[in-house]
């Protein structure tokens, strides 16, 4: 299911709880959280920040502009992590895949989508590391990326 460009993403599913001394108060699990079969965790909605764009042979993430503020200091770094939505696999069925053959080649053995790269999971992020070639405005000039064109962007990080 394709999203408006201006549109929320899919609900992201929380798939289990992160269990630390840090995490002390309203942070918690709720009691019995942690066993198999426990009620589904909360559901958080997701924005993208911004959108992949491919063009006359250039690679380019253009920022919403009311985030062009964020960029600042972006253009000193020579890479980034971004974090993006594997928007065409956005279906209950592709979502409800959890075990697949690594690279989609069936010589490889059957592994869970945990232990893989695969675009198909219960929550569809994606995450590369880019070289930043130039920011100008609201666009990151970047080397590549394993996405396609008008691929959501959910985050990125120095």
Known sequence: MRHSERGILNLLQSLGWL???LLLGPSSPPAGAEQAGAAP???YRVFPIGWVRK???RTSIVIEPRFHDALLG???LSHLWVL???DRNDTPEQRAIL????RADPANPVR???ATRAPVRPNLIALSRVRVLAVRDNVIEIDAIDAFPDTPVL???P
């Open 84 to 86: 993006y939505w594997f």
């Open 41 to 43: 965790g909360p559901e």
């Open 19 to 21: 269990l630390s001394p």
């Open 74 to 76: 972006v253009e000193g």
């Open 99 to 102: 075990q697949v053959h690594p």
């Open 155 to 157: 985050d990125l990080k």
């Open 112 to 114: 869970g989508v945990f």
């Open 55 to 57: 063009q006359a042979g």
